[in-house]
C-alpha cells in the first residue's frame, strides 16, 4: 500500500509571506500531481509532475518533484487570500492506475 | 462542455437502502473513477474504469460496484447503504489515466442514518 503523507495538515499565513508544503510518500512513483479544494467545492487540478526534478510554476504556486526523495514541494510565494484553500497532492504507483491522495493541507492566508 | 457531472447533490438514506450516484463525463476520456472524501482522510480511491467494459477495484471498494457499459456513463451502486458509506463522492475523469490530471465533478454528499 501507498502511503501519502502532506505536512503541515494546517497552515496559517499572512499575506506576503512564502512558505512550502511538503509531501512525501512511500514507494517508487515517478508521477506526482497536486489539487486544490475551495470549501464544500470540487478538486482542481494544479500540477502534474511526470519525472525526477521537475517543475511546474503557475502565478504564485511553485511545484516541484524529487523521486529518489520520494519528496514533493509546493511553494508559496508572496501569498495572497485567494490562495486560501486545501491543497492535496497525489501519487500513482507507476502501475495498475490507481491514485492515493495525502490528507490535504488547509492553508488560511490572513492579512 | 458541461465536464464532469454527477447527480444527485445530495441524499439521504436509511440503513440498508440501495441506490446508484450517477457520473458522466463528455470530454471522451477513456479513464473514469470514483472516491470518497472523508474528513481528515483526504480521498481515497473506490472503483475505477480504463475503458468501457473494464472496471476494477481501488483503496475501499467494499460495499460499492460499478459499471462503465459507455465511455460517457460510470455509475456507482451503494448495494446496502451502511452509515460507514456516509461521506462525500466524486467522480473523475482523465484522459488515460496515470500522468494525466483528473477532472473532478461537483461531489455528491450522502448521509446515512
Known amino acids: 500500500e501507498l502511503k501519502v503523507e502532506q505536512n503541515p495538515l494546517f497552515l496559517s ?82 502501475t495498475g492506475n490507481q491514485f492515493y491522495f495525502g490528507t490535504g493541507t488547509s492553508l488560511t492566508v490572513i492579512p | 462542455n458541461a465536464g464532469v457531472t454527477q447527480t444527485p447533490k445530495f441524499q439521504v438514506l436509511k440503513t440498508g437502502q440501495s441506490m446508484t450516484l450517477q457520473c458522466a463525463q463528455d470530454m471522451n476520456h477513456e479513464y473514469m ?8 482522510m483526504g480521498l481515497r480511491l473506490i472503483h475505477y474504469s480504463v475503458g468501457a467494459g473494464i472496471t476494477d477495484q481501488g483503496e475501499v471498494p467494499n460495499g460499492y460496484n460499478v459499471s462503465r457499459s459507455t465511455t460517457e456513463d460510470f455509475p456507482l451502486r451503494l448495494l446496502s447503504a451502511a452509515p460507514s458509506q456516509t461521506s462525500v463522492y466524486f467522480c473523475a475523469s482523465s484522459v488515460s489515466g496515470l500522468g494525466d490530471e ?10 446515512v442514518l
Not at chain 1, 28 to 47: A, V
Not at chain 1, 87 to 94: E, G, I, P, R
Not at chain 2, 102 to 111: D, K, N
Open chain 2, 33 to 40: 473513477s470514483w472516491y470518497r472524501q472523508d474528513p481528515g
Open chain 1, 13 to 94: 499565513m499572512q499575506e506576503g509571506k512564502n512558505y512550502t508544503i511538503y509531501c512525501n510518500y512511500s514507494t517508487t512513483s515517478d508521477r506526482l500531481y497536486w489539487y486544490r479544494q475551495d470549501p464544500g467545492k470540487s478538486l482542481e487540478s494544479l500540477f502534474v509532475l511526470l519525472s525526477n526534478g521537475a517543475v511546474k510554476q503557475e502565478g504564485r504556486l511553485m511545484a516541484s518533484l524529487d523521486t529518489k526523495a520520494r519528496l514533493s514541494t509546493l511553494h508559496i510565494t508572496a501569498a495572497v487570500h485567494d490562495l486560501s484553500a486545501t491543497y492535496f497532492c497525489a501519487v500513482d504507483m507507476n
Open chain 2, 102 to 111: 483528473q477532472f473532478f465533478g461537483p461531489g455528491t454528499r450522502l448521509t
